[in-house]
């Protein structure tokens, strides 16, 4: 079983960084496609960014240029780093990891908040 647990999340300004850690156990890591989702207040749960097993990202294009993704296969540890944040940031953030054989994402996160103050 995947268990996925995040961290870093908080209260900025705009303009500020965040980073934002989860770190994988239960299986073996490099197997698993992992990825950031975010929801705000009202509304859908939306995709920020992807990393494969080799590395491989893609990004948004509401975050692309300001967030970047890495995942260090030595730590089970993906990082989401959030620069130039926006107000629009502002959402609750949630880690989810899927099997490269499968289509959808079956292990979740908590979730982080992430606030950003204008």
């Known amino acids: 079983q995947v268990e996925l647990a995040e961290f870093g999340g908080g209260l900025v300004q705009a303009g500020d960084s965040l980073r934002l850690s989860c770190v994988f156990s239960?299986?073996?890591?490099?197997?698993?496609?992992m990825s950031w989702f975010r929801q705000a207040p009202g509304k859908e749960r939306e995709l920020v960014a992807t990393?494969?097993?080799?590395?491989?990202?893609y990004d948004a294009d509401s975050v692309k240029g300001r967030f970047t993704l890495s995942r260090d296969h030595a730590k089970n540890t993906v990082y989401l780093q959030m620069d130039s944040l926006k107000p629009e940031d502002t959402a609750i953030y949630y880690c989810?990891?899927?099997?490269?054989?499968?289509?959808?994402?079956?292990?979740w996160g908590q979730g982080t908040q992430v606030t950003v103050s204008s």
């Open positions: 990393i494969t097993s080799g590395g491989s990202t």
């Open positions: 989810a990891a899927k099997h490269i054989s499968m289509p959808t994402y079956d292990y």
């Open positions: 239960g299986r073996t890591f490099a197997l698993y496609v």
